[in-house]
C-alpha cells in the first residue's frame, strides 16, 4: 500500500487538477506542490491520506473474510 504521504500527494495533486477542470478557484496559496503547501493544509491532506489507508484497509479485511467464508463452505 503506497505511504501516508504519497496518498495525500495524489489527493492534493487530484483536487487541484479536479478543481480546474471544473473552474474552482482554490487558494493561491495552495496551487503549489505537496512539500510547499501550508502547514495546515498539508496535515489536512496527510490526516485525509490516514482516512483513505483506513477505509482500504477496512475493505480488504472484509473482502478476506469474504473469502474464507466461501472457502468454508466448499
Same mark, same amino acid.
Given at each position: &500500500?503506497? =505511504?501516508?504521504? *504519497?496518498? @495525500?500527494?495524489?489527493?492534493? +495533486?487530484?483536487? #487541484?487538477?479536479? @478543481?480546474?477542470?471544473?473552474?474552482? /478557484?482554490?487558494? /493561491? ?5 505537496f512539500?510547499?503547501?501550508? *502547514? ?8 485525509? @491520506?490516514?482516512?483513505?489507508? =483506513? &477505509?482500504?484497509?477496512? #475493505?480488504?479485511a472484509?473482502? /478476506?473474510? +469474504?473469502?474464507?467464508?466461501?472457502e468454508? *463452505?466448499?
Amino acid at each position: &500500500m503506497k =505511504s501516508q504521504e *504519497e496518498i @495525500a500527494r495524489m489527493l492534493h +495533486e487530484v483536487y #487541484e487538477t479536479n @478543481a480546474k477542470v471544473v473552474g474552482w /478557484k482554490t487558494q /493561491k496559496e495552495c496551487r503549489v506542490r505537496f512539500q510547499d503547501l501550508p *502547514e495546515s493544509n498539508r496535515l489536512v491532506m496527510l490526516r485525509m @491520506a490516514d482516512f483513505v489507508r =483506513s &477505509m482500504i484497509r477496512e #475493505e480488504l479485511a472484509r473482502q /478476506k473474510d +469474504e473469502m474464507k467464508y466461501v472457502e468454508e *463452505e466448499y
